[in-house]
């Protein structure tokens, strides 16, 4: 049976604030209506190759798309949010065209996953052990699981009911104060916590980020198609980029942050103060010559631990090659040239691709 202790919720938000997390907020464990779309998204087939969104049960119902399914023990969901912004500029102040762009969730010095769990598991370890001193009886059926954008759970859907943010028109949290730049965590619990209220969507008639997209891939406010998000092409898909997409994914190499850079929410956005969000040397608008030419002992090294690796050393080879083409820079013709006849197919072809485009602006002077 699931417990009711009055005083559980403030001891969890005071420990998920010392343990770094700039807000905290607790969602009832439901089938909120928000998932009700999630069905219909994957039967559409908006999230492109992303095979793992499509997850089902023994009864091959959609996980992430019933709590209840997933885990019928949790009572409430704790939601947990860390800002990871630095002060760096945006990618839209960024000009350089010999330089691409990698998304600003993964410049830091430690894989987002690892610094939002380690930070979870000690808030968990208040749910599971430090409530229960002092002689209050610990409940036998005491259940907690963890997730760091891990879990069979849609975290913003859930971010929204805990207060945490609203799900804005470009279906990221935003949080009046500390704006969008935020790492979500959840913790599962079969505690009967207070839930708090639902953050009220403040994005009103502002409509910057669908139109700032270059891919038009948020096809309706609140709606996102991956098939055309450029985070979506230059890390989770493989194999060659479909060419009515390629231009306009710019320099961007790992990741887009375009629609968080316009949003005025982020405009006074807070300087994250966890260190291990900094960036590392070199990942902030890395050399584009550079990432194509890399080898695979130097991908390695240079990208241990990072969530660049997700993209794999071929993927950003690839994407380096489409940002040489939009560049507008014929100083890279000779390195396209080489990359034509490369062995990795979607490398040679993008890179054909690049030549022909930025021969085809010289040709147009």
Not at 70 to 76: C, D, I, L, N, T
Not at 262 to 273: G, H, I, L, M
Request: charged share 25%.
């Amino acid at each position: 049976m699931a417990s009711q202790i009055s005083d559980v919720k403030a001891i969890v938000q005071r420990a998920a604030e010392q343990c770094g997390f700039d807000v905290c907020g607790i969602a009832p464990a439901a089938d909120l209506p928000e998932l009700q779309h999630f069905s219909a998204w994957i039967a559409a087939g908006r999230a492109g190759e992303m095979a793992y969104m499509s997850s089902r049960d023994e009864r091959g119902e959609l996980k992430r798309a019933s709590l209840s399914r997933a885990a019928p023990w949790a009572r409430s969901v704790v939601v947990c949010a860390i800002n990871y912004n630095t002060g760096h500029p945006y990618s839209t102040q960024m000009q350089d065209p010999n330089r691409g762009w990698i998304s600003r969730y993964a410049w830091s010095r430690e894989d987002y996953h690892d610094a939002v769990l380690r930070r979870l598991k000690r808030v968990e370890e208040v749910l599971q052990n430090d409530l229960w001193s002092g002689g209050r009886p610990r409940p036998s059926d005491l259940t907690t699981r963890c997730y760091a954008d891990t879990g069979p759970i849609v975290e913003r859907v859930f971010a929204k009911y805990a207060g945490v943010g609203w799900i804005g028109k470009n279906t990221c949290i935003i949080n009046q104060k500390k704006g969008s730049w935020l790492f979500l965590g959840v913790i599962l619990t079969s505690l009967e916590l207070e839930p708090d209220l639902p953050a009220p969507d403040r994005c009103g008639t502002c409509t910057r980020c669908i139109a700032a997209c270059p891919t038009d891939a948020i096809i309706a406010p609140y709606q996102l198609d991956s098939n055309k998000c450029i985070s979506y092409l230059t890390i989770e898909k493989r194999g060659s980029i479909p060419e009515d997409l390629r231009a306009g994914m710019g320099r961007h190499i790992f990741g887009c942050d375009i629609c968080q850079d316009v949003c005025p929410w982020n405009r006074k956005a807070p300087v994250s103060t966890a260190p291990e969000f900094e960036p590392r040397p070199g990942f902030v608008n890395p050399a584009l010559a550079w990432l194509a030419e890399m080898s695979a002992d130097e991908f390695r090294a240079v990208f241990r631990g990072s969530p660049v690796r997700r993209a794999k050393r071929t993927g950003l080879r690839r994407n380096a090659a489409i940002a040489m083409g939009n560049s507008g820079n014929p100083e890279f013709l000779p390195l396209l040239e080489k990359l034509a006849d490369d062995e990795e197919q979607s490398v040679a072809e993008s890179a054909r691709w690049a030549r022909a485009r930025l021969l085809e602006r010289d040709e147009a002077g």
